[in-house]
């Protein structure tokens, strides 16, 4: 169930960010942040989640402008009276990270992010990106804080991006994956989506594997980074039916030798254009998979 938790009035409301409980202890900041393309969503989830007294991240903290991160900083403050003690990165993309070190220092407390992302932020940001910042590096099987007295784990999720983390409860109660799906957006008639998985930083091979992970642990709930909670791990198997199912399209269409350009143009004719680019990216991580697995032979 949803529970809306700010109440102010509304000029108060204008300084605040909305904020749900979908599960419960686990608060959901929806901050506006830099998502492309914006049609898909516009819009990061920034939970807040660690037992009372306990250590509280602030997971995916990345508003778009000035004015979103004071809304941000507000509501933190203001609508909470937590003590936060360290920022959670998923993964290094700029809609999970944007103004991240700027809150590092604002709340004096560290960032915990996977090796690969920090070195992936160094190389597109400079060496200076997290100046005056404490990294902690964090891997499988680490636990972070508690939820409902259960250790809250790390996982590696590697697919969408290289180094991305999940985390999760020992029960499985719930599990937060990134960019690995999104959700249902706020919108009325969104539905459950699909991600791009680029060639640079994405592996096709390591998301099937992922997707088939996270469905053999069975979480009850997923919490994605954009859009509402899920609640089974159906979307996931939908997700690696489709997936599996554009692959044998992939396939054949490389059989009759046709170069990835057209098999955008072929398999997504009735999607919008200006998601052609995206879609070519998973085109090329499906044919690198099928190169992987020695598929990629008897081209006429
Ligand atoms: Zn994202």
Redesign the pocket.
Known sequence: MVKMISNNSDKQQQQILPCIQEIDGIDQLIVVSY?FPPEMAHR?NCFLIGDKGDKKLIVDPSPFSDEEYKRLVNTLKNSFEYTYTDIFITHH?V??VNEVQKLAREFAIPIIISEDSYGRLLKKNGPDFFANINIKFAREGDVLTHWNGQDVKVFEIPGHDEGQLALAPESMTWFLVG?LIQGEGLEPGSRASTVVIATKEGDMKKYFRTLERIIRLNPKYLLP??GMVLKSVAPLEKTLIHRIEREQQVLKLYKQGKTPEQMTKTLYKRVNKALWPLALENIKTHLKKLEQEGLLINKQ
């Open positions: 998502v990061t993309h809609d999970h960019d980074s954009h």
